[in-house]
């Protein structure tokens, strides 16, 4: 069984900067699609950042050019670099990950989630 768990968050002024990661183990063939999702209190989940296993990324609009989100394939491992963070960053952030293992083709993965507070 593959599991993802995600590191880094915590609670940090606006304008600050964070570093979640990432970290998938168990047994896989390959991991193709890595996003990272976030659910603030009251909101639905939203994809806000992701990245194939060949490097290309995407963002929601309201993130882009202060997150980046970069993937190490060798170490099964994903960042997602936080900067200039503002209170409606606040959310708990989630790693998915298409996954391809020796029973399935392209597994759905989460993570548990981490809390990312961002005070004003």
């Known amino acids: 069984q593959v599991q993802l768990v995600e590191s880094g968050g915590g609670l940090v002024q606006a304008g600050g900067s964070l570093r979640l990661s990432c970290a998938a183990s168990?047994?896989?063939?390959?991991?193709?699609?890595m996003d990272w999702y976030r659910q603030a209190p009251g909101k639905q989940r939203e994809l806000v950042a992701g990245?194939?296993?060949?490097?290309?990324?995407n963002y929601v609009d309201s993130v882009k050019g202060r997150f980046t989100v970069s993937r190490d394939n060798a170490k099964n491992t994903m960042w997602l670099q936080m900067n200039s963070l503002r209170p409606e960053d606040t959310a708990v952030y989630y790693c998915h990950a298409m996954v391809r293992t020796v029973v399935s083709f392209n597994a759905h993965v989460w993570g548990p989630g981490t809390q990312v507070t961002v005070s004003s």
């Open positions: 168990g047994i896989l063939v390959s991991i193709n699609d």
């Open positions: 990245i194939t296993s060949g490097g290309r990324t």
